[in-house]
């Protein structure tokens, strides 16, 4: 077995914005149960040890934790990588300098759309579109590598475009076009997110496009909407293979849904060693390698090429975290995710509420 490459540190799932795909559980870790500065320390040593390359330092909005600076030296200091996934908002331009002073190698700055009143509204937040803008250009000016990050759904996929000019603007070496994946909140507002079919085909053509018109200026990585595949994308990377999750509150998960399946037991960095529950936790072990599988996947020639899709797309769908991914056409749900692709339907958004919150519509992490 190897060790994990990338670990995503959740440091907090409080966030100003209110975003309606958020990838956070349903049920947040409350501000009382996160992890203190001292134990965030003690994980990155472990993860080094592991030989874990990269930490994704990340929320909720990672700059809510008044700690994100020692927590980043932390990270440095045991020879990671470190990667601030942050929304932009709540991050000002004094701690950013603090955050480079502390090792920081790299930025992630997500954007709703290109059109500023739609983006406020995605987000929930108004003038979250204004404060992005202004941390991209801090970002630049600090010479910290920075990376825009393009949640795309059924709102803002006509204008991919130009949200690709604005991270050029911004000074990004790298944009990365994500399709929502549908855990979670993104569940709950799956109608009104869900691209259509002709979104999708013009929105697969428009990257191929913007990469030939934008070669040698900005990377452009595309992620494709998996409801429109023939076959699941390998999650994760595949289950305990790649990466590991540590919650706000310190359970460590092989994937940042995986506690939307029931029965799964999680252990703590509270009680155990990162080294421990990478090789021993109930929940790596679970779907680890192909023992798990059943038909179809168990006698499918990619089962070790997308490790039968994703577990908690399975269980989302179909019930069961062991059968194929749904979006496979060989599996016998494959219909139920045709169905979904017609559903689209002009609701308003279910926005990520943070119960503790008072700003409106707060509460959203927007990878
Ligand atoms: Fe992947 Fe399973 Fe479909 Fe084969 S049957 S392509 S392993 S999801
Ligand atoms: Fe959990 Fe895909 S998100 S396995």
Redesign the pocket.
């Known amino acids: 077995m190897h060790g994990p490459v990338g670990m995503l540190a959740e440091l907090t799932h409080r966030c100003p914005l209110g975003c309606p795909y958020c990838s956070n559980p349903l049920a947040l870790d409350p501000r009382a149960s996160e992890l203190d500065t001292q134990t965030w320390a003690r994980v990155f040593r472990e993860a080094a040890a592991l030989n874990v390359l990269q930490v994704h330092l990340s929320g909720g909005e990672p700059g809510a934790r008044r700690d994100l600076v020692e927590i980043t030296a932390a990270a440095h200091s045991c020879g990671l990588y470190t990667n601030l996934i942050t929304s932009a908002v709540g991050i000002t331009p004094a701690t950013l300098a603090r955050l480079a002073d502390a090792g920081l190698d790299h930025v992630q700055i997500s954007i709703q759309d290109s059109e500023p009143v739609s983006a406020d509204h995605i987000a929930g937040y108004q003038g979250a579109f204004a404060r992005k803008k202004e941390l991209a250009a801090e970002v630049v000016r600090l010479k910290i590598p920075l990376t825009v990050n393009v949640v795309v759904h059924r709102a803002n996929v006509d204008r991919i475009g130009a949200m690709v000019e604005l991270a050029i603007r911004y000074g990004a070496s790298r944009v990365e076009i994500a399709h929502v994946q549908y855990y979670g909140w993104a569940v709950r507002n799956r109608d009104a997110l869900l691209p259509t079919a002709e979104q999708r085909a013009r929105a697969i053509q428009v990257v191929e496009e913007l990469r030939t018109r934008h070669r040698g200026a900005i990377v452009i990585d595309a992620v494709t909407p998996d409801y429109y595949s023939r076959?699941?994308k390998p999650c994760v990377g595949g289950w305990g293979k790649r990466s590991l999750n540590v919650t706000p509150a310190g359970k460590v998960l092989p994937c940042h849904a995986a506690e939307s399946i029931p029965g799964l037991e999680f252990w703590s960095v509270r009680d155990h060693s990162l080294a421990d529950i990478w090789a021993n936790s109930p929940a790596f072990n679970a779907f680890r390698g192909t023992a798990w599988?059943r038909e179809?996947?168990r006698s499918?020639?990619?089962?070790d090429?997308?490790?039968?899709?994703c577990r908690c797309q399975a269980f989302a769908i179909t019930g069961d975290a062991r059968a194929?991914?749904p979006?496979?056409?060989?599996?016998p749900h494959h219909d139920e995710v045709v169905a979904l692709r017609t559903r689209q339907r002009d609701v308003p958004y279910s926005y990520r509420v943070n119960a503790k919150s008072t700003v409106r519509g707060a509460g959203g992490h927007t990878q």
């Open positions: 076959f699941p599988m179809p996947c499918c020639a990619r089962r090429i997308d490790f039968g899709g194929a991914d979006v496979c056409h060989l599996s």
